[in-house]
């Protein structure tokens, strides 16, 4: 941050003349245009706390809830509404700067809130909040997860199943004429979800056919992922059964960077 425009050697060359010359006085707005705009930027990069911080992204899989603002201690983290399907996005980065330390998040749409979370957050640790089910059934159920970090030389990925009614599903990843069948219940049926959150399937970095499936029969199916060495990858069963449009049932990949 810029505290004191008048020490920018840009000024003073500008002064160095004893007569302001309307040339001068040009250059002299120009200059004072870049150094606020410089300053600008640099508020806008990063405007948590100074401190430790944690890092955490936020998924929408509520059906029937259309899109929701995301309030970290009251304070709007986007513009724009976190849309069904979609993961809250950090120029280009799932996650956000959070500083470390205990939260209140609060999940805002037209009608009220649907969701609201205390959660503590470790520094140096990156954390998704999954949020789903349906507004017109049980209700909105979220799971926090604790990211492990990326390893440089391979990829890691989880598969979560949150189609509300969907006893189970599989989802198969293959390579080549290999693949490899992961099979899980319903989030909000499991009696621990956070044992399936974990990136327990390593890959290694290739393009892979992702098929979802219930009962043998194939419901979904993605021809050409990429995987890359260093990135964890989220495959989400999202939808509801039978669903169409935006509900239609399908496999969601997210990349985390």
């Given amino acids: 941050m810029i505290n004191n ?67 970290i201690d009251d304070n709007q983290v986007s513009t724009n509404e976190l849309q069904f399907g979609t993961t809250t996005n950090n120029g280009g980065n799932t996650y956000l700067q959070v500083a470390a330390g205990l939260h209140n998040i609060k999940l805002s749409t037209a009608n009220g809130i649907i969701g609201d979370y205390t959660i503590a957050l470790k520094s140096n640790t990156n954390y998704s909040l999954f949020v789903y089910d349906s507004l017109k059934s049980s209700g909105v159920k979220a799971l926090l997860a604790e990211d492990e970090q990326p390893t440089d030389t391979v990829a890691k990925a989880r598969f979560l199943h949150v189609v509300p009614g969907d006893d189970s599903l ?82 969601i990949v997210i990349e985390h960077d």
């Fill in 5 to 71: 425009i008048t020490s920018s050697p840009y000024i003073n060359f500008l002064y160095s003349n004893k007569k302001l010359t309307l040339v001068n006085l040009l250059r002299l707005s120009i200059c004072l245009v870049l150094i606020c705009t410089a300053s600008s930027c640099l508020k806008n990069e990063d405007n948590t706390p100074e401190g430790p911080k944690a890092r955490l992204s936020v998924s929408n899989y509520v059906v029937n809830a259309g899109g929701f603002q995301v309030m």
């Fill in 170 to 251: 599989t989802a198969v990843i293959i390579k080549g004429t290999v693949g490899v069948a992961l099979v899980r219940t319903y989030l909000g049926k499991q009696p621990d979800p956070e044992i399936n959150s974990a990136f327990d399937l390593v890959l290694d970095p290739s393009f892979y056919r992702v098929q979802l499936r219930k009962n043998n029969m194939i419901l979904f199916r993605l021809d050409s992922v990429l995987v890359q060495a260093g990135k964890q990858y989220s495959f989400v069963a999202a939808g509801t059964s039978g669903g169409t449009g935006v509900y239609r049932e399908r496999i």
